[in-house]
């Protein structure tokens, strides 16, 4: 018997979004719209989000581009669910599905209708810790979202290769002590490599990356200036407040 998920409804993005999720377990933060407000997208043109989790991403994508097209993927069927849930909760069940699959599975996602060399952007908030290295939580749903595998990342990024046109766009949003591996990872299909360091405050030291990269492209890589989150007094700074509150683009160009 399914077991129903005990969930909140919260507002994201200074309440343009709104977003049911459980109340035990990971919980949308900041990295999710994070990663939306770095997907370049335009209207017209088909995403993917991979491990959406309740879909925050994706819908924040969406939110911000009208237009865009968005596949939600989960392996979760009930957050899955609660992802198809949220398009709807939001009206924006027009231009947003949700799909069950595992995002390591680019055959399970193509014979469930993403053809491959069809999808313009790719954006992906993957598992990050080592669950072999890291302590990790007891929850099933917190340690699903927060920890994977060894080689997990080179998986998704191949899933997103198969997708995605020649020229089409990942982006992706990684632990900053793991940039390294991205770029590794990255550097078999993708080019035009873009790193945007994510700051918790001034004068420290990354806690995040976002990565955008180009299928097909030349080889090259660039460090972006670094988003600062929070000013010295802790406070939020005013470039922060626009992308996670207004939602505000946040630009990861290779120029």
């Known amino acids: 018997m399914e077991v129903e998920i005990e969930t909140s409804e919260d507002a994201v993005l200074g309440g343009k979004l709104r977003i049911r999720q459980p109340l035990r377990g990971h919980r949308v933060g900041h990295d999710a719209i994070l990663l939306a407000a770095a997907t370049d997208a335009h209207a017209g043109e088909r995403a993917v989000d991979l491990g959406a989790g309740v879909g925050a991403a994706g819908l924040a994508l969406a939110v911000r581009v009208p237009g865009v097209r968005v596949t939600l993927v989960e392996i979760d069927e009930g957050l899955c669910a609660l992802a198809a849930a949220n398009a709807r909760l939001n009206r924006l069940d027009d ?104 700051n918790p405050k001034p004068g420290a030291p990354p806690i995040r990356v976002v990565v955008r990269a180009v299928k097909d492209a030349p080889a090259g890589q660039t460090t972006c200036s670094a988003l600062v989150l929070n000013d010295e007094r802790g406070q939020p700074t005013d470039a922060a407040e626009a992308i996670l509150r207004a939602g505000r683009a946040l630009s990861v160009t290779e120029t």
Request: proline content about 8%.
């Open 95 to 198: 231009c947003v599905s949700a799909l069950a699959a595992d995002a390591e599975n680019a055959d399970a996602l193509i014979a469930a209708g993403i053809s491959p060399g069809s999808v313009d952007r790719v954006l992906m908030n993957p598992p990050f810790h080592n669950a072999r290295r890291q302590n990790v939580s007891p929850d099933p749903r917190r340690r699903l979202a927060h920890a994977g595998a060894p080689g997990l990342l080179a998986r998704w990024i191949a899933t997103a290769a198969r997708l995605l046109k020649p020229q089409g766009v990942l982006t992706l949003i990684w632990r900053a002590d793991g940039v390294d591996e991205v770029l590794d990872a990255l550097r078999r299909a993708f080019g035009a490599i873009a790193v945007l360091p994510i």
